[in-house]
């Protein structure tokens, strides 16, 4: 598809949408190749989004079309042993030298390795390297550039190249994430990524872009993805823990009754149905921020950068809870299938080892949600100040009075009461900082001790976003359905809504009227929901329709013969090739023998 995409002269592309990705849909039937995670990921996940992000168009001329063939193979190093979240504090030095012509790649110290970028140990011969920026003795800051670290014929490193894998990881095995280092290595000057910032010859800085982060782009971008990407992990491992619950039986609530599927036990389906309506909420709202992402792109190529800030905030929070709440889920797919659950052949620990990495690459959760709180503090400042607000926080308008929002248990009620909830934890925190600070203490650490506050705040925008999205992009999108389908697709929203409004009465009390007789009415309309959903569940992750090729899981197969596929498994295990294993002739029967 990369080769065709430039054959078909698609080569000067300034933007990823202009590649006709006009939707995150990554509905990957590479995972069928590919067991495990593969070790192109970095090449087609951020090295040529970095190309097409950060390059001036002659620059992608030259690289796109390399890359796209796979004549080179690239990765994306810009995480050091001493700093990842902190890209400021990078130690990889670019120093221009006007004499050459050439950036003078320096790794000064054991904490200024590169490390972690997926491929790079054994795969790429071609990486994009972050490094601070010096010219005439001036430092520039972090800035991308695009350097040959093998050779691309012996795929020995090149002179002034360390170069290693980093080892074993709780997941991510087969991504062969690597380390570098940098020895004097000269590049040309044109391997600088120069669509926001250029070096001229004789070495003067001029800066292009017109907002100063347009270098962590490909990181918004793909953030972006990751959204829809969690959606598709979840989708895949709730098929499996469905599947599996409607074989398996267990125990026998009732006597001289047979032992019931263990999908019809009320907790299992609280386990479950949430994880089902998660993929859908997930789904539903990476592609709508896919379109707020498309639309933001669109109004920087006419020059505005306006919109930039509110879509930072928005990738930031949707990506870690996203990531969060899909690692928990798998998680709990996993307790759903028992003891079956923890074994490798089922899936679920590959796909949990992915989805918890997702958590902490591409910026950590704390981190990410601390930026989208700067954001919304600085919404609610310029509320304050009588400024106007930007659509997603339109919001706060309403609960700027600071009175409790009354209590309306309608969906469109509960998507308000977490209107409520996050503009009331907003003003909190807003409050939490004026305190420290008219107690004398500076923005900073008045910030600082607001930050559980903070990280709390973030989590309700975010929760507020998806409840809203979810709630409207359903009904928009089942507006033209039959009956069942739009029924049953309101169920899961509505199920969505009601199991968030129960994990948080705390909040829900504080901000609105809610009393403990809604709370009562919300927790039965909840258990109702379940037993209502329980008769379409195995349809409903069938409708995902992964293939068992994709799946491959013998826990979640489509026939269901889960026990033959476990024995199947277990039979092909090097350990059951020979009835007696040679540990015991050399170890164990001496020690029984007391000859050891
Ligand atoms: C056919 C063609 C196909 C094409 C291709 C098709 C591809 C299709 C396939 C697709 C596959 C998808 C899946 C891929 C999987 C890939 C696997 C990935 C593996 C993992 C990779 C990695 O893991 S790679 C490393 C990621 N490493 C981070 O992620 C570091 C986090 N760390 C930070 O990101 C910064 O360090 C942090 C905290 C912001 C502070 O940055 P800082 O200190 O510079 O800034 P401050 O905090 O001081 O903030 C100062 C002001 O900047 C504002 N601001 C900050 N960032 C901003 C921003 N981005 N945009 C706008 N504004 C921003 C902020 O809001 C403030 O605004 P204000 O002043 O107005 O309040
Ligand atoms: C599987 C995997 C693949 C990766 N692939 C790549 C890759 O291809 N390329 C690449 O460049 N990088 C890659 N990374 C690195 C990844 O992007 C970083 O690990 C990630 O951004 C987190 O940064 P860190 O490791 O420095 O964590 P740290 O920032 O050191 O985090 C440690 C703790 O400190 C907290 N913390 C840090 N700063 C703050 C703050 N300001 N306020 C409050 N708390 C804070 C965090 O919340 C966390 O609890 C990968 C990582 C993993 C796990």
Redesign the pocket.
């Known amino acids: 598809m990369y080769g065709q995409i430039v054959r078909d002269g698609l080569v000067n592309v300034t933007g990823i949408e202009d590649l006709g990705l006009t939707s995150p849909v990554l509905q990957r039937t590479s995972d069928a190749f590919f067991k495990e995670i593969s070790p192109f990921l970095?090449h087609f996940g951020?090295f040529v989004p970095t190309i097409i992000g950060q390059c001036t168009p002659e620059q992608q001329a030259k690289w796109l079309p390399l890359a796209m063939d796979l004549k080179i193979i690239g990765?994306?190093?810009?995480?050091e042993l001493g700093?990842?979240?902190?890209i400021r504090g990078l130690e990889t030095t670019a120093t221009y030298d006007a004499s050459t012509e050439q950036f003078i790649l320096k790794t000064p110290k054991l904490s200024s390795y590169?490390?972690?970028?997926?491929g790079?140990g054994k795969t790429a011969n071609h990486c994009i390297v972050?490094a601070q920026l010096y010219t005439k003795g001036v430092c520039h800051g972090p800035h991308p550039f695009i350097v040959q670290i093998r050779d691309t014929e012996t795929h020995m490193p090149l002179p002034g190249i360390k170069v290693g894998e980093i080892g074993p990881?709780l997941?991510?095995n087969t991504?062969d994430?690597g380390f570098l280092g940098f020895e004097d290595f000269r590049i040309p000057r044109e391997n600088l990524m120069m669509k926001n910032a250029q070096v001229t010859k004789d070495g003067t800085y001029v800066k292009v872009a017109r907002h100063g982060k347009l270098t962590y782009g490909t990181m918004v971008f793909v953030r972006v993805m990751l959204v829809s990407d969690m959606a598709y992990c979840l989708a895949k491992a709730v098929t499996i823990a469905v599947r599996y619950s409607a074989v398996r039986r267990q125990s026998q609530p009732k006597p001289d009754q047979p032992e019931p599927q263990v999908l019809d036990y009320l907790t299992q389906q609280h386990k479950l149905f949430i994880c089902i309506s998660t993929a859908h909420a997930m789904k539903l709202t990476s592609t709508w921020l896919w379109n707020t992402f498309t639309g933001v792109l669109a109004d920087m190529r006419d020059g505005n950068t306006d919109t930039l800030p509110e879509l930072h905030a928005l990738s930031s929070c949707l990506k870690a809870i996203s990531t969060s709440d899909t690692s928990a889920l798998i998680e709990q797919c996993r307790f759903a299938c028992g003891g079956h659950g923890y074994m490798y052949s089922s899936n679920l620990p590959a796909l949990y080892s992915f989805a918890t990495?997702t958590r902490?690459?591409?910026?950590?959760?704390?981190?990410l949600l601390?930026q989208t709180a700067r954001f919304l503090v600085k919404s609610w400042e310029q509320m304050d100040e009588g400024k106007p607000l930007t659509p997603t926080l339109a919001y706060l308008e309403q609960s700027r009075n600071g009175s409790q929002v009354s209590w309306d248990d309608s969906p469109e009620g509960i998507v308000r009461g977490f209107d409520a909830v996050a503009a009331g934890r907003i003003g909190a925190c807003v409050k939490s900082i004026r305190k420290h600070i008219n107690n004398g203490m500076d923005y900073e650490d008045a910030w600082q001790m607001t930050?559980v506050q903070l990280v709390g705040a973030a989590e309700a925008h975010c929760r507020a976003v998806i409840c809203r999205v979810y709630r409207d992009e359903t009904a928009r999108l089942t507006a033209g359905c039959s009956p069942g389908v739009k029924a049953v697709l309101d169920q899961l929203s509505t199920l969505y809504l009601l199991y968030w409004a129960l994990e948080r009465t705390g909040d829900l009390l504080r901000f609105s009227s809610l009393s403990e007789r809604d709370i009562e009415n919300l927790q039965a309309r909840y258990e109702a929901l379940l037993l209502k959903i329980r008769p379409n569940a195995v349809g409903l992750v069938d409708a995902f329709d992964f293939r068992d090729e994709v799946l491959m899981s013998t826990l979640g197969s489509y026939d269901g013969r889960v026990y033959e596929r476990l024995m199947e498994e277990a039979l092909k295990t090097p350990l059951n090739r020979e009835p007696v294993s040679d540990s015991f002739h050399k170890y164990i029967k001496p020690m029984m023998q007391g000859k050891l």
Do not use: I, P, R, S
Request: aromatic share 20%.
């Open positions: 970095l951020m990765t994306y190093a810009q995480t700093h990842g979240t902190f590169k490390w972690w970028a997926g790079l972050l990881k997941g991510f991504a994430n990495a902490t690459y591409e910026g950590d959760y704390t981190v601390l930050t």
